[in-house]
């Protein structure tokens, strides 16, 4: 196998895991939750289960990669009593299939995002009447040769910035790429919040009401806010076990999380803060579910002025967050087959390369000529199955496996990660973290598993 790459810098390593955090589950999803459950009050939620799970799992796993110096290919193995004869190497089968998940439907919206780009700057998307925006986004999903076009450009794009390593790819590429994000967000946020009208927006977002939840509505709630602290960090797939394995011991982890948390957090209060000012101002509802970035957004767009150009910059700020991920999450794939199998980069890259391309021909198809495949119902898609795989089992149940392996002396234990995890300069997690960790975590994460079920399928 090739030497272990690191990371050129200490802010190549936070933007690149910050990407790999940031994604889709920022900038599309977070929106679209935060209109379906009443605002502020949901995102004060968010934020709190944000730092009472989401930090300490993600330490875990930056503690694990950094540990083993492996991806989730070898890394249990490498830490657990019994190495490769340890029941723990069977996370590895459950994280690669969690990965090739993801990307078997992420590859496709990121599409949508590349497409829509290219529609607002060629003027397709200006001036639109009330139901064009419907048409031309149901127009895109029913044309199959778009589906697969735009699926195939990010999936080339990805895999070719991969093929130039740690250094010379991911991190080259993925650090302009999220300033440039960055810089979008702040232009397109300070647009928004200065349009007239805006202001009922800005009250829905950021001032919490709490007299709309009623009976058992808060418990979706609740359930909803904590599923999206995992979703949007990308936890319990190892996406981010990868680079911890590229770092050194400068910087302690829980210091480290905290920074990737925090800009990560940055991009979903400013997706926000870009969406629902603009909504208001003319009189868009925001709680229309995913069609809000590809239906409802296009309608603001088509009616403010120099809308054209905002559009444009709105939708290439949601291009490089998609392919943020996009790249972070290949390159765990690459890195896991190149530890499992001895592989060099480039034949890793060229196998998987076919494989997430055949992987990710259902869900581009799926609104096509497969929409007769509806695997969780009359009118479900099979990009909601692979979601519901990714979003309702995979990532609660490998952030417990994450939990469990961290704090049970069967695995790692909680003495060797909280070594791992505190050394280095920065904050570091107190021993007395120990009973939250080892018994209330793991408990919240099986409310998160549980939670999405009776959601999915009790209403």
């Keep these: 196998m090739e030497k272990r790459e690191r990371f050129g810098s200490r802010l190549g390593f936070l933007l690149v ?35 009472v799970m989401g930090w300490p799992v993600m330490t875990m796993e930056f503690a694990v990669g950094r540990a083993a110096k492996k991806s989730a290919g070898k890394c249990f193995q490498a830490l657990a009593p019994g190495g490769g ?30 497409n829509y780009m290219f529609k607002m700057a060629s003027g397709q998307l200006s001036g639109l009447a009330e139901d064009e925006g419907s048409q031309i986004f149901n127009s895109m999903l029913a044309d199959p040769r778009q589906m697969v076009l735009w699926m195939l450009a990010v999936t080339v794009i990805g895999l070719l910035i991969v093929a130039q390593g740690v250094q010379n790819g991911v991190e080259k590429v993925t650090k302009p790429m999220m300033l440039i994000l960055f810089f979008l967000m702040l232009v397109l946020a300070i647009r928004s919040i200065t349009l007239p009208g ?38 319990g797939i190892a996406a981010l076990t990868i680079f911890g394995s590229y770092i050194g011991k400068e910087k302690s982890l829980p210091g480290e999380s905290a920074m990737v948390i925090v800009l990560d957090t940055f991009v979903a209060i400013m997706a926000g803060l870009i969406i629902f000012p603009g909504c208001s101002a003319y009189n868009v509802k925001m709680d229309q579910g995913p069609g809000l970035i590809f239906i409802a957004l296009p309608k603001v767009f088509a009616r403010m002025r120099g809308g054209r150009f905002w559009g444009t910059l709105f939708f290439l700020f949601m291009v490089f ?28 890259v060229l196998v998987n390369g076919i494989l997430l391309i055949l992987l ?35 990532l609660p149940i490998g952030s417990l496996i994450y939990v469990l392996f961290c704090t049970r002396k ?15 300069d920065g904050p570091k997690f107190s021993r007395r973290f120990r009973f939250y960790m080892t018994y209330i975590l793991p408990l919240g994460i099986l409310t998160i598993l549980i939670g999405g079920y009776v959601q999915k399928f009790a209403g």
């Design 198 to 235: 805006a202001g009922e927006g800005l009250k829905f977002y950021l001032v919490p009401d709490f007299s709309q939840w009623k009976g058992t509505e808060i418990f979706n709630v609740i359930f909803a806010a904590m599923g999206q602290a995992f979703f949007t960090l990308s936890l």
């Design 17 to 51: 895991s910050a990407g790999c955090a940031i994604g889709i589950g920022n900038v599309w999803r977070f929106p679209f939750i935060t209109g379906q459950y009443g605002g502020a009050a949901f995102v004060l939620l968010y934020l709190i289960f944000l730092v």
């Design 410 to 424: 069967s695995g790692w234990g909680f003495d060797a990660f909280l070594k791992e995890a505190n050394t280095g």
């Design 85 to 114: 004869r340890s029941g723990w190497r069977f996370y590895t089968i459950f994280a690669i299939i969690g990965n090739y998940l993801l990307m078997m439907y992420y590859t496709t919206v990121a599409g949508w995002m590349l």
């Design 360 to 394: 990710s021909l259902p869900c581009a198809l799926g609104y096509n000529l497969l929409s007769a495949v509806q695997p969780l119902g009359a009118g479900s898609t099979i990009l909601d199955f692979e979601d519901f795989l990714v979003s309702n089992n995979i």
């Design 321 to 348: 967050a998609s392919l943020s991920t996009v790249i972070a999450v290949f390159e765990n794939i690459i890195a896991m087959n190149m530890d499992a199998f001895g592989w060099k980069r480039k034949k890793s």
